[in-house]
């Protein structure tokens, strides 16, 4: 019977979704992207990946807000999505975005997480071009949603924005990679530049690098949000033979490795499943 219930309302979120207008824009990263899965991912895990829209059906409440799912990456095991919301009528300052890594479902295909204590799940339906999605609160079902494909987010207007200010650093000593040194690791010395969703501007200087560990200092600067304020840390890195770069930290914790071209430098945040990304390039 439950899933009977859940079934009609699904049917009937579709009905007010095809006859709602054009949703208005929701907050998105700067970075968003859909990458192509490989030939590795299961094929019925392929058709997840892409960007999602639609609105939430708040049960015995109506249409409550809008939601966009971006499934950028389709891993074997995981997936990385962006999450964002808003345009609810109740709560006209509640919108937002995360990105974070969650679980695949398999028969059908979808992806799932929590946050706190709710959980969040999406599966594909029959047809491939919607999702059904759910959130429970721990076991009280809050909101269902049909979600159509949109197309990907487009790439972000180029805006020109000031270099944000750095604290004051301490004097660095870069010094060579030894010899016979992988170049997967021997290209991070040296000083990196970017933005973290390309939002929060940082800076990364490695020292020093061996086959063990490796010396850096890293930097960021003030939250464009004012959470809070810019400083820096010199911490001592493991080199990842994972990853073919360097990591450090439990929560969150930070990777960092070389891409293939050896031009830029691919970072990683996570904290609980939340992720934060960056693309660096060699600082002038």
């Not at 490989?38 to 895990?45: M, T």
């Not at 807000?65 to 999505?81: K, R, S």
């Not at 759910?134 to 494909?149: A, F, G």
């Amino acid at each position: 019977m439950r899933y009977s219930i859940i079934a009609m309302l699904f049917a009937m979120t579709a009905a007010v979704i095809g006859c709602a207008g054009q949703m208005n824009a929701l907050p998105l990263p700067q970075d968003a992207q859909v990458t192509v899965p490989g030939a590795n991912v299961a094929k019925e895990l392929v058709a997840l990946s892409g960007s999602w829209k639609g609105s939430w059906l708040v049960p015995g409440a109506g249409v409550g807000y809008d939601g966009v799912l971006i499934v950028e990456q389709v891993n074997p095991d995981t997936a990385t999505i962006v999450y964002a919301w808003g345009n609810n009528p109740w709560k006209p300052n509640d919108s937002g975005w995360y990105r974070r890594r969650v679980d695949l479902l398999q028969s059908p295909a979808g992806v799932e997480w929590k946050t706190g204590t709710f959980k969040f799940s999406f599966r594909l339906n029959s047809d491939g071009s919607t999702l059904s999605g759910t959130i429970y609160n721990e076991s009280t079902l809050t909101s269902l949603i049909t979600m159509s494909r949109s197309t990907a987010p487009p790439p972000p207007t180029p805006r020109t924005v000031a270099r944000p200010a750095m604290p004051p650093l301490p004097v660095v000593n870069i010094v060579s990679a030894p010899p016979g040194l992988p170049v997967e690791l021997a290209g991070l010395v040296g000083t990196w530049e970017g933005s973290w969703d390309g939002e929060l501007f940082c800076r990364l200087v490695v020292e020093h690098i061996d086959g063990r560990s490796a010396q850096v200092v890293y930097a960021w600067a003030d939250d464009p949000r004012g959470t809070f304020k810019g400083d820096y840390q010199r911490r001592e890195a493991m080199v990842s033979a994972e990853v073919r770069g360097i990591t450090w930290g439990d929560k969150p914790r930070i990777t960092f490795r070389l891409s293939p071209d050896r031009k830029k430098l691919l970072g990683e945040w996570e904290n609980d499943g939340r992720l934060s990304l960056i693309t660096m390039t060699k600082a002038k």
